[in-house]
């Protein structure tokens, strides 16, 4: 009798293995759907206050280049051949 008993368990645990799996899925892809939600919404909001802050208060000019400021130091700069290293 014992051994109908485990056959039938024996029978019954992998569907219930695929359920737990199932459900363990699931709840993931809740949770991770609830954290792309809240990431995007922060997103969205620091987004909206720095475009309202460039729009109300402007700063200095965003196009700074070390070569045409004059109180600048210029950068020198080499660019290298790969035939130089042979």
Same mark, same amino acid.
């Given at each position: &009798?014992?051994?109908?008993?485990?056959?039938?368990? #024996?029978? *019954? &645990?992998?569907?219930?293995? *695929?359920?737990?799996? @199932?459900?363990?899925? *699931?709840?993931? @892809?809740?949770?991770?759907?609830?954290? @792309?939600?809240? #990431?995007?919404?922060? #997103?969205?909001?620091?987004?909206?206050? +720095?475009? @309202? !802050?460039?729009?109300?208060?402007? #700063? !200095? /000019?965003?196009? +700074?280049? &070390?070569? /045409? %400021?004059?109180?600048? !130091?210029?950068?020198?700069?080499?660019?290298?051949?790969?035939? %130089?290293?042979?």
């Amino acid at each position: &009798m014992q051994t109908q008993g485990n056959s039938i368990l #024996g029978k *019954i &645990m992998p569907f219930i293995g *695929i359920g737990i799996f @199932l459900v363990i899925v *699931i709840i993931a @892809l809740v949770l991770l759907s609830y954290v @792309l939600l809240i #990431g995007g919404a922060i #997103g969205l909001i620091l987004f909206c206050i +720095t475009f @309202l !802050k460039q729009k109300f208060f402007p #700063g !200095k /000019s965003q196009k +700074t280049s &070390m070569h /045409s %400021e004059k109180g600048r !130091k210029q950068i020198r700069s080499r660019t290298f051949d790969h035939d %130089e290293f042979k």
